[in-house]
């Protein structure tokens, strides 16, 4: 399951409601959380706070896929990472979406974490 934060829901709505285009996003940034980050993207956030630089494939039926690795090395905290949220900025910025995990991982301190499969649907 994925929701698009509320910056993403307002740029969409303008564009097709002809108020203007989107603004560019330069980068797309991967944030992870225990339980779901809410419409702000800052809900359950994990104790591990860096965000992690994404890529993404050309949308085809309205679907976007992660064509990267993003790896989290040594993680500070034993805690078990059930979401994730997407930012516009790799510190601060825009809230994009937020994806639920298809099982939860549990991280012990010291654990290296590696995702590998993203997907963003539009309907």
């Known amino acids: 399951m994925t929701d698009l934060g509320d910056f993403a829901e307002n740029e969409v709505a303008d564009y097709l409601g002809n108020n203007g285009a989107p603004s560019a996003i330069s980068s797309v940034n991967v944030k992870l959380h225990l339980g779901d ?25 309205g679907v ?31 809230h994009l979406w937020n994806a639920v995990l298809g099982s939860t991982v549990a991280l012990t301190s010291g654990d290296d974490f590696d995702l590998t499969a993203l997907t963003l649907t539009i309907t």
Do not use: Q
């Open 37 to 61: 980050p809410g419409e702000t993207g800052v809900a359950n956030p994990a104790v591990e706070t860096l965000r992690k630089s994404a890529a993404f494939d050309a949308a085809s039926g």
């Open 64 to 94: 976007i896929s992660l064509t990267t690795t993003l790896s989290w090395t040594s993680v500070s905290t034993t805690e078990t990472i059930a979401w994730v949220s997407v930012w516009d900025n790799i510190t601060a910025g825009n």
